[in-house]
């Protein structure tokens, strides 16, 4: 894949892999993040990864737009890293219905039982596809199609945090209070924003993630 | 060490505590947060000979009222046209005052401006997280908003007599109608007279405005096609059009990723001048090239600097060596405009 580079203001390029998401994308992204760090480019500030896009933030101060492209063009073509560096995780979740309102409604969409919708999530593995949105909104990739429904008309109020919700093939445990337009089909006790200032995420960008059924007593 | 307390016996919506933001974090999904009038916050703490970073308190349009309860704390105010009043006596908005035990600071909207900052030559005690005090007002982490009742407390807090007075209001702070803008990321979704309507029209400021971002208000700028694009970072400046084709600018706490196609981009310089404006304030967005970007900025910053080089001396006789160094003509007063 040839990426295109696009300016962004007087700070930044945006590095687009593709215009369509794919895992194979993502995999590209993730290993320009990783190749870009470690080349060390003057005046680089911040790398952004997104699903097929990443974006490049430099001192304009000091560098510019043309030289942080041929910085990143040397880099050319890049090899996807796999998941070598790749941590796995598993998260316990609770499937009650009470703390999954949305769980019926995705078995009756998916024309499953709930059973068989919570089967499905469980035998799944996601990756960490990118963060978005709000602070440690890890959009996790693997929804499998079955179970696959798309985001409600009009968000709902006041999600909890701790929540496991899906739209489309995207899953994502909420880690604030917020509005969301997606399904909520369970709760995890999973911090993924740690409080450890070490680690302040639990998740890095590509790492894998899998969930485990958990009773409401052990939440 | 001396501490000083001051209780906020009002603070209006959206007054935070601020240090220059939490960078390096948008791969985690956190915005940088910081002062919307960056180099404000950075003029009100070099004022006190404090880094430009410190941790200072955003005052809002809604403003604040202190009262010092216990000792007493010189303190710096910079950006746009405020009302201020220390201890009883109402002075410039560009300043440097000592607020001692009993005395109020009330600090109310003016002539022009949205924000400005209050720093403190002292340690305004706050909560960090992820290494930065700066407020995400959303999720309220960091220092987070000021509430009516609660007393702020200044340790280490000091009286520093000779750098009281006024502070020259630089031009460079001043809003003044005009935003330049790179055109794109995503401009290929927009057909050229969408472009060209954005480019060539005056758009208003709406009340749709806050740390988040501001709403536009103007002719809507239709998309070549229904789109569903994946999304992709977002940055402080970006102008995303959203389904009804109306644009906003993303700002302090903006969310990291959007899905909506970008028009253009701010180019960074012009960002605090833009905070600095008002709902119903005109703004004009002229198309640059990135490298002219890059010149504006770099223009911009050299003119900070001189500025700052100027606030570390101390203050005596900093207005005549402005004036004497024919800075003046860069130099207004805050409440002519």
């Known amino acids: 894949m040839q990426p295109c580079f696009k300016p962004v203001a007087d700070h930044s390029l945006l590095v687009e892999v593709s215009t369509e998401i794919s895992e194979e994308a993502n995999h590209t992204v993730l290993a320009l993040d990783k190749a870009i760090i470690e080349a060390r480019i003057d005046g680089l500030q911040e790398v952004v990864p997104a699903l097929v896009n990443l974006l490049v933030i430099f001192d304009p101060l000091t560098t510019d737009h043309a030289q942080v492209e041929a910085r990143i063009r040397a880099l050319l073509p890049i090899k996807s890293a796999g998941q070598s560096a790749s941590r796995h995780h598993v998260l316990d979740v609770c499937y009650d219905s009470e703390l999954a309102p949305d769980l019926a409604a995705v078995a009756k969409a998916s024309g499953l039982s709930t059973e068989a919708v919570i089967s499905a999530h469980c035998a799944a593995q996601y990756r960490v596809g990118m963060y978005g949105f709000a602070p440690g909104y890890a959009y996790l990739a693997g929804v499998p199609e079955a179970i696959q429904v798309p985001r409600k008309t009009a968000p709902v109020r006041d999600i909890p945090a701790g929540r496991v919700m899906i739209a489309g093939p995207q899953c994502l445990c909420t880690t604030l209070i917020m509005p969301t337009g997606w399904s909520i089909i369970g709760a995890t006790s999973a911090k993924i924003i740690t409080g450890d200032p070490e680690q302040p995420f639990l998740f890095k960008v590509g790492d894998s993630v899998s969930f485990n059924r958990i009773r409401r007593e052990s939440l | ?90 002075s410039a908005s560009w300043g440097v005052h000592t607020l001692h035990e009993g005395q109020k600071l009330t600090i109310r909207g003016g002539s022009w401006g949205s924000w400005c900052y209050v720093a403190f030559a002292g340690n305004l005690s706050s909560q960090d997280w992820l290494g930065s005090t700066a407020t995400h007002s959303m999720t309220k982490f960091g220092g987070g908003l000021l509430q009516s009742g609660q007393t702020l407390e200044i340790t280490d807090a000091k009286v520093l007599a000779d750098r009281v007075g006024d502070l020259p209001c630089p031009a460079f702070a001043h809003p003044d109608g005009t935003v330049h803008v790179v055109v794109g990321p995503q401009d290929q979704h927009f057909p050229q007279a969408s472009i060209e309507t954005f480019l060539n029209t005056a758009y208003r400021l709406t009340d749709k405005f806050d740390r988040m971002g501001l709403r536009l208000d103007g002719p809507i700028l239709e998309l070549s096609e229904a789109l569903s694009i994946p999304s992709e970072p977002i940055v402080r400046g970006s102008v995303q059009v959203s389904g009804d084709g109306a644009p906003t600018i993303l700002l302090s706490d903006h969310q ?34 990135p490298e002219q970007a890059i010149q504006l900025t770099r223009a911009e910053a050299t003119r900070r600097r001189d500025y700052m080089d100027e606030l570390s001396l101390p203050r005596t006789s900093l207005t005549e060596r402005l004036l004497s160094e024919n800075l003046v003509s860069g130099v207004i007063n805050a409440t002519d405009r």
Do not use: W
Not at chain 2, 26 to 51: K, Q
Not at chain 2, 52 to 66: F, N, Y
């Open chain 2, 1 to 90: 060490m001396s501490s000083a307390h001051l209780r906020v016996t009002h603070a209006g919506p959206l007054v935070s505590v601020q240090d220059a933001g939490r960078f390096r974090q948008l791969r985690y999904g956190v915005s940088p947060s910081g002062p919307m009038d960056r180099a404000a916050h950075a003029i009100a703490n070099a004022a006190l000979g404090y880094p430009e970073d410190a941790t200072a308190i955003e005052v809002s349009l809604g403003g604040l009222v202190l009262e010092c309860r216990e000792g007493a704390v010189t303190f710096a105010i910079a950006g746009g046209a405020f009302s201020v009043n220390c201890g009883g006596k109402a």
């Open chain 2, 256 to 289: 990291t990723m959007g899905g909506y196609p970008k028009v253009a981009t701010v180019v960074s310089c012009d960002l605090d001048r833009l905070c600095q404006m008002r709902a119903s304030d005109r703004v004009k967005f002229v198309a640059v090239t």
